[in-house]
Every structure is written in C-alpha cells, then in structure tokens.
C-alpha cells in the first residue's frame, strides 16, 4: 500500500492522542476529550506508554491507524509547525486531522483497487477518483474543513462496490467455489460470536459485518470483501485471508492470530498475535 497511507508516530504531532476522545472500557484506561492531550503523550509527541499499551489498558491505541493521515497534516498541510509552536493554529489543525484520515482511508481503498487485476473494465474510473482524493489531501486547512466527506465517500462506496463485484466473481470461477453454498453471508451481517471455524467464505460478501468474538479458526476468507468488518477479538488462528480484499492493518490489529494465519502480502502480523 505504500508507507504514505501507514500512520508513522515519528512523523506526526501526535495528532490522535489529541483529536480523538475515548471512554473507559475495555479498550481504554481512562476518560478522554476530543482536544485533550493524552495523559501519555510527551513534550516530543512519542507515547510514553507505547511498549505497554495493553498492558497500562489502552488496547484502542493499538488498534488504531491513521492510514497517513497524521504525518499528512503534520509536514504537509501545516508544513512542520506542530499545535504547541503554534497555539493559534491547535483548534484547525485538530478539525482537519479527522478529515484527513477518511480521504487517506480512501487513498488506502483506491490503491487496492487499481491494483486489483479483475477491475479492469474500471480501473480508468478508479484512478480519476484516486488523483481526485489526492488532490483534495493537499488542500488548505480551511479547504479541507469546508469538504462534504460525507459526499466523496459515497462516491468512492460506488466504485469500491463495482470492484468488489468483479473480483469476487472472479475469484469465485477460479476458486471453483459452488454457486449454491450450505450458507451465505452478506452485507453487514451479524456474525457477533458465530461459530465459523472451517467455514468457505471465499469470495463472500462481508462488508461491514460484525464478526466480534468470532471463531474463524481455519476459516477460508479468501477474496472475501471486508472492508469495514468488525474483527474485534475475532479469532484467526490458522485464517486464509490472502487475497481477501479491503482488509486494513487496524482490523487485523484487533484480532487474535498466530503464525498459522496466512495473510496479504501489503500487511503485518501483529506483534500481540506472536506473544
């Protein structure tokens, strides 16, 4: 995917540990407001905590991913200047810094996209909406904060709709994958607990699906659609998920996993799978 659409701490403000509020709860220690600083974040931007984060009870942390976004805004949008050299600045900064991600988010579903060979009846539409959303990331603070996000998302939903269609049919003809399975999932399915260990979910439709708690243990997922699945504490031990489509780093970072777990090649076994 590229480091551009990857969140790099070193070269950002620390722009989520500011921007983004959280609860207490499993996923966090403590209270925050949207624009508090966190109580770990230091006067270089680095978390104080980074090594022990879930064990000091902020699993959220290292679940989340800015795809980019958080160096974006930091070296390029606000070139260098970060929220405590310039005060008066803090507030735009902190409004764009969400704005961002979800153009980045997109940059990150594009990329895949044009790059997906069984799209390429669209791959021209693919790339305009590509150098469309780039070209809004450069924008100025006060451009970006005016965007109907909301409006460009459904845009790039069309076009990301398309593309799943091609490439999960066909997969589903090179995988050989029965036209009438035992069963079938589709969009924003509730598989909260299910048990889907062994389950054929090659080239199934599981966009937006909550498969928290999940047992899919040895589950077949390839060319699957996932792009937003819910894989918190989702059990993927021994998982096939090359080929599988949308599937992001923070997704998998709220898993469970092991070394039997087969995954894209652009993504990375997360450290707490290994412990």
Not at 233 to 242: F, H, K, Q, S
Request: glycine share 8%.
């Amino acid at each position: 995917m590229g480091d551009r659409l990857q969140g790099d701490c070193e070269e950002c403000f620390g722009l989520c540990c500011v921007a983004l509020p959280f609860a207490a709860s499993v996923d966090f220690a403590v209270d925050k407001n949207a624009g508090q600083p966190c109580q770990n974040l230091q006067a270089d931007f680095r978390c104080g905590i980074h090594s022990r984060l879930r064990k000091e009870g902020f699993r959220g942390c290292t679940v989340y991913d800015c795809f980019g976004a958080g160096q974006k805004v930091s070296n390029i949008t606000f070139k260098g200047r970060d929220w405590r050299e310039a005060p008066e600045s803090a507030s735009l900064m902190l409004e764009v810094f969400p704005i961002m991600r979800q153009l980045h988010e997109l940059l990150y579903y594009l990329t895949e996209a044009v790059a997906l060979q069984p799209a390429r009846p669209i791959h021209d539409a693919l790339r305009l909406a590509l150098e469309d959303i780039n070209r809004l990331t450069l924008l100025t603070p006060g451009s970006i904060i005016e965007l109907d996000i909301a409006a460009r998302r459904a845009e790039i939903n069309a076009l990301l709709l398309k593309t799943s269609e091609l490439v999960r049919a066909d997969a589903k003809l090179q995988l050989k994958v029965p036209s009438k399975r035992q069963k079938s999932y589709g969009r924003g399915a509730d598989l909260m607990g299910a048990n889907l260990r062994k389950a054929d979910l090659r080239g199934a439709n599981l966009r937006g699906a909550y498969l928290i708690a999940a047992d899919l243990r040895d589950a077949d997922l390839r060319a699957a659609d996932l792009i937003g699945a819910d894989f918190r504490d989702a059990d993927l031990r021994g998982a096939n998920l090359i080929g599988s489509i949308f599937l992001t780093q923070s997704q998998l970072n709220a898993a469970k996993g092991d070394f039997g777990t087969k995954l894209p090649q652009a993504l990375t076994r997360p450290s707490h799978w290994i412990t």
